[in-house]
T-cell receptor, first 114, second 115 residues
């Protein structure tokens, strides 16, 4: 089945710097890749997603890139702010296009220091 | 903004007892999911539900687990005879119908503690 690897497990940056989180997936049939932000005591909140027919997607300070050949995708956060501190999860849709069931990475704990 | 709501926020249960976790998905959504997250670990898929039946389930979702949509708004997860290893955060999610993947929206979870 699908397996999603996520790196790094922890990331500490200074406010204003950029943060990059990387994920790889194993199932080439996967074609939907969401990113979730989880704050303490809360459920995962979708922040951005990308489908396999697109190489890059941007929403204000957040961008995601996808390399289908290499089977990896990355989250980029620019001009980080303390409120960006949270655990970020990448995920892949293992059913390849239908209403799929997400396979999550292990998460990255991002700390943004003021 | 519409959201998925889950109750209770924390459930403490004796081992061997039955527990029901409740979820109210976003009102116009048609696909429903349960996930769990053991403390400090990744979020794991349990089951998906569509058109009043299970669409897919993972290896975790064994005979001790069941799901139900008892009315037009609630979606429940039942664990018949709880074990210590069932202790985890349980998240409900829902998504809308669409020809392609629609985002899954998660509730804030129920923390299940088995004693």
């Amino acid at each position: 089945g699908e397996n999603v690897e996520q790196h790094p497990s922890t990331l500490s940056v200074q406010e204003g710097d950029s943060a990059v989180i990387k994920c790889t997936y194993s199932d080439s049939a996967s074609n939907y890749f969401p990113w979730y932000k989880q704050e303490l005591g809360k459920g995962p909140q979708l922040i951005i997603d990308i489908r396999s027919n697109v190489g890059e997607k941007k929403d204000q300070r957040i961008a995601v890139t996808l390399n289908k050949t290499a089977k990896h995708f990355s989250l980029h956060i620019t001009e980080t702010q303390p409120e960006d501190s949270a655990v970020y999860f990448c995920a892949a849709d293992m059913t390849g296009g239908s209403q799929g069931n997400l396979i999550f990475g292990k998460g990255t704990k991002l700390s943004v220091k003021p | 903004e519409p959201e998925v709501t889950q109750t209770p926020s924390h459930q403490v249960t004796q081992m061997g007892q039955e527990v029901i976790l409740r979820c109210v998905p976003i009102s116009n959504h048609l696909y429903f999911y349960w996930y769990r997250q053991i403390l400090g670990q990744k979020v794991e898929f349990l089951v998906s539900f569509y058109n009043n039946e299970i669409s897919e389930k993972s290896e975790i979702f064994d005979d001790q687990f069941s799901v139900e949509r008892p009315d037009g708004s609630n979606f429940t997860l039942k664990i018949r005879s709880t074990k210590l290893e069932d202790s985890a955060m349980y998240f409900c999610a829902s998504s809308a119908w669409g020809e392609r993947d629609q985002p899954q929206h998660f509730g804030d979870g129920t923390r299940l503690s088995i004693l």
